[in-house]
């Protein structure tokens, strides 16, 4: 989208980066409305699924919530997930999609001469955002179960960390050639 909106706004030549930082601004909010309103849809969801396992099990049939033998407890376990995936996950967008752009936002306010015509303090969050996607995805690569007794979290962790340590030693990299 940045590349875009620096096609789009080229002809207001110095301005043309900071209105299109401006306009992407404008999408970090969109984001964060987005983020709200799915976590407040994710929760209506959750609790209409936990009323209803309520009212079918404990009142109507006298069985506890999370019985086996209550069919609702399948409807609530489905609202809960569904609440978290939509809610956190849209958390995680939103504060992700903002930090780039304040990033960003702060980065054009530093000059510098570079081989990116001074713009290389606004690229260097989508580029180290952009590796970390890759690296994720590696990351997400190396988790792997052995066997029925190996841990689940040290699997999990193992990807965790090494998409982390992936994007750390990419973000220290120099240009080693100025010499």
């Known amino acids: 989208m940045f590349i875009a909106f620096l096609a789009i ?3 207001l030549g110095v301005n043309q980066v900071k209105t299109a930082i401006e306009v992407l601004t404008g999408f970090s909010l969109g984001a964060e409305s987005i983020a709200l309103f799915a976590r407040v849809g994710g929760g209506i969801y959750t609790k209409a699924a936990d009323v209803g396992a309520d009212l ?3 009142v109507e049939a006298g069985i506890p919530e999370d019985d086996v033998r209550n069919p609702a407890t399948i409807a609530d376990n489905v609202g809960d997930n569904v609440g978290d995936v939509a809610g956190m996950g849209a958390d995680l967008f939103g504060s992700y999609v903002a930090t780039i752009l ?8 530093i000059r510098v001469t570079d081989n990116f015509g001074g713009m290389s303090p606004i690229l260097l969050p989508m580029v180290i955002c952009g590796l970390g996607i890759v690296f994720s995805i590696i990351g997400c690569a190396l988790v792997r179960i052995k066997d029925e007794r190996s841990s689940v ?3 999990l962790n193992i990807g965790n960390w090494s ?3 992936l994007t750390v030693v990419a973000s220290l990299c120099r240009n080693v050639d100025a010499a």
């Open 153 to 155: 979290q040290s699997a």
């Open 163 to 165: 998409s982390m340590l």
């Open 9 to 11: 706004f080229a002809g």
């Open 102 to 109: 304040a990033t960003m936002v702060l980065g054009q306010e």
């Open 56 to 58: 079918v099990g404990k």
